[in-house]
């Protein structure tokens, strides 16, 4: 399935990286209690927009906005930031790979036809990526068959570790082998990140310091554990800007020439293999944002904002503005490296080029 859209003339730019939340969940109905499933409250509201609270196992979670569920609220404060389009996913806490099974696939359809839903009231503007219960990986197959093939989602999202297992690991081959077949695009996000008994502060560290340090061990596994050998054709973004992999990638590419042992277990050279993945710029600092670009190459990187959440990226494209870039890097991380991430997911008409 193709997405045909022109670009909208408010905006120039696709953000990859942005969420949903539904306005309400089904009742629980399984046979795990207490179980970590979701629901919704209502919260004051603020700025004018309806508010709600996230619960998760009867305790709070985030309080989010209208702008998770509703497209117009959505579109309004894209034209803001002048976004023609954006990629939306489901808040990573819901993608529920801790959840039994059966429970976990019942909320899964029921976040992805909320997905569907919201992109469909969009005008084109707002495209979606599933999510699966990848605790499983024949029942992930198959939600993202039915995700992709009925629901013309187009691409997934993955957490960067399925309940403590990195992504890179070969257990995931069949799922990510699916995904090549497919030809859909997989969107690493941050999750449950390890670490977390060394922060000293409020929980809102978790997203602040921890998410980068597993996004960035996330892709460091794809690399050391030879995904991309055994799947070249699989495209794979991480969120954060590839979190702490910048930094990682030094040290690994050094020890790679070094140590014999992780020559011979690393077919490829790091470095290398790293300019085959996909970034956002969610980094909040131009000088970072140039070293993304150092670090990755300027084909790596697309635009992220993390948006409607409060923790986002206000101004996108002012950002690559500050950071100094030509016009050719400019328009290849605001929209061309975008439309090569999502493939024959997004053909822009040729009146918006």
Request: proline share 7%; aromatic share 6%.
């Amino acid at each position: 399935m193709s997405h045909v859209a022109s670009l909208h003339p408010c905006g120039c730019g696709i953000d990859v990286h942005a969420h949903i939340v539904p306005a309400s969940f089904p009742a629980y109905l399984g046979r795990t209690v207490p179980s970590p499933w979701p629901s919704t409250g209502e919260a004051p509201d603020a700025r004018g927009l309806c508010h709600r609270h996230v619960l998760v196992n009867g305790r709070h979670y985030r309080t989010v906005d209208e702008r998770c569920w509703s497209a117009p609220r959505r579109l309004a404060d894209m034209d803001r930031m002048e976004l023609a389009m954006q990629v939306v996913s489901p808040m990573p806490e819901l993608l529920s790979y801790w959840l039994d099974l059966g429970d976990a696939q019942g909320l899964i359809r029921f976040l992805n036809e909320q997905t569907t839903a919201i992109c469909a009231d969009s005008g084109g503007r707002l495209l979606g990526l599933a999510a699966v219960p990848l605790q499983d990986v024949d029942a992930a197959i198959a939600e993202l068959r039915h995700a992709v093939e009925a629901l013309g989602l187009v691409g997934v999202e993955i957490g960067s570790n399925v309940n403590g297992v990195p992504v890179g690991d070969a257990r995931f081959d069949p799922f990510f082998a699916a995904c090549v077949a497919l030809d859909v695009p997989v969107f690493v996000h941050a999750l449950k990140p390890t670490g977390m008994d060394r922060l000293v502060g409020p929980a809102q560290l978790q997203q602040v310091l921890a998410y980068p340090g597993d996004v960035g061990l996330a892709a460091a596994s794809v690399i050391t554990g030879g995904l991309l050998q055994r799947l070249p054709d699989l495209r794979l973004a991480f969120s954060h800007g590839g979190g702490t992999l910048s930094a990682l990638l030094p040290r690994l590419q050094q020890g790679w020439e070094v140590f014999p042992a992780l020559r011979e277990s690393i077919p490829e050279s790091p470095r290398a293999q790293a300019a085959r993945l996909f970034y956002d710029t969610l980094v909040f600092d131009a000088p970072t944002l140039r070293h993304l670009l150092h670090s990755f190459g300027a084909q790596s990187l697309m635009l992220g904002t993390d948006h409607p959440f409060n923790f986002h990226e206000p101004r996108p494209l002012d950002r690559l503005t500050e950071a100094g870039l030509d016009t050719a890097t400019r328009e290849a991380l605001a929209l061309g490296n975008a439309q090569r991430f999502l493939g024959r997911y997004l053909t822009l008409s040729k009146e918006s080029s």
